[in-house]
């Protein structure tokens, strides 16, 4: 049973179009995180919650906006796609009940982007 | 922001022989991860080594940590086709349980 849900697995935006990408979970995990992918490299976390305490990382651009509006959902909004955002993101999970550390990752099989 | 760094990039073998993966981080960490990645996919947890471990074996897996050196290792012994996949390691730190990633360790594992 997937536990992760992304969707869509596959998205054609065009350049400077808003667009969407949306993740759910089974697990009613505490954390949610935002990962990017680009060819070959490693996931780079954009941000996460802790239940609805939203935790942004440095280097994320104001372009990638997220919003959990309940535990089993969250969503990657990219309000101007450039070429550059095209990657793979990648939803994970984790935390359940009240162990917030030390626990396990689960991840979606990913939304691969094209900026067209 | 990446953790830090992994090696080797990449590494070829030949089937049953055995795999070594290394990562070094830069900050204090509550644990150390490594998962698996197949091409195009999501990642796959492997294993969980807490900061106050210095050796964890899952199956064919054996997870050293070093906090002194801020390193670890990841052994796969007696390798398979099927492992070929990129390796990953990756850092919980902080209070919140935020999750970095290392560069990663591509491994094709030859028949």
């Known amino acids: 049973d997937a536990m992760v849900i992304q969707n869509p697995r596959y998205q054609v935006t065009q350049f400077g179009k808003p667009v969407t990408l949306s993740c759910s979970q089974t697990l009613n995990h505490n954390v949610m995180y935002w990962y990017q992918q680009k060819s070959s490299q490693a996931p780079k976390l954009l941000f996460h919650?802790?239940?609805?305490?939203?935790?942004n990382e440095a280097d994320t651009p104001d372009n990638f906006q997220s919003r959990r509006p309940n535990t089993s959902f969250c969503f990657l909004d990219i309000r101007s796609p450039g070429l550059g955002d095209a990657a793979m993101y990648l939803c994970?999970?984790?935390?359940?009940?009240?162990?917030?550390?030390?626990?396990?990752?689960?991840f979606g099989q990913g939304t691969r982007l094209t900026v067209v | 922001s990446q953790q830090g760094e992994e090696d080797p990039q990449a590494l070829s073998i030949q089937e049953g022989e055995n795999a070594t993966m290394n990562c070094s981080y830069k900050?204090?960490?509550?644990?150390l991860q490594w998962y698996r990645q197949n091409s195009g996919r999501g990642l796959v947890h492997l294993i969980l080594i807490r900061s106050n471990e210095r050796e964890k074996h899952s199956g064919r897996l054996r997870v050293t940590l070093d906090t002194s050196k801020k390193s670890s290792s990841l052994l796969i012994t007696a390798s398979r086709a099927a492992d070929t996949a990129s390796y990953f390691c990756a850092t919980e730190g902080g209070s919140q349980g935020n999750l970095i990633f290392g560069k990663g360790t591509k491994l094709s594992v030859k028949p």
């Open positions: 994970a999970t984790s935390a359940p009940g009240q162990a917030i550390l030390n626990t396990e990752a689960f």
């Open positions: 900050t204090s960490i509550n644990n």
């Open positions: 919650y802790y239940d609805k305490d939203f935790n």
